[in-house]
């Protein structure tokens, strides 16, 4: 039995997202410029599955809504490189914080300013 993970690893001049079944990673390294700063943000995609009609009955269409916290590098020429999509936010601010020491370079986490003006709107 293999256990399939994924992830992410990053290195001074490139990053790759991998694949691992066992124990061997599986992606292509990427080269990027050295990033300025980091970026959290949240992506949000919408989509929607149509049924149809059956003979029976109308069957109405199903919407989906896919949350992702992204990793962004912003370089120098404000161009953004996405590193990784995380499911879970917990772990997206981890990999931010992680990342952001490895690079010595400054970070913002767009979620958490807006989860902030908005606790600011409630109060008033």
Known sequence: M????????????????????????????DSLLRPESILLRMHVENGSKEFGVSLIAYVP???????????????????MTLIYEFSDYKQAKLALREISKSFDVPFTNKIAEKMARNKIKRRR
């Open 2 to 29: 293999f256990l399939a993970t994924s992830g992410v690893e990053v290195s001074k001049n490139q990053f790759r997202r991998y694949s691992k079944l066992g124990g061997v990673k599986i992606g292509q390294w």
């Open 61 to 79: 269409s199903l919407n989906t809504k896919v949350i992702s916290y992204d990793i962004l590098f912003v370089d120098e020429l404000e161009g």
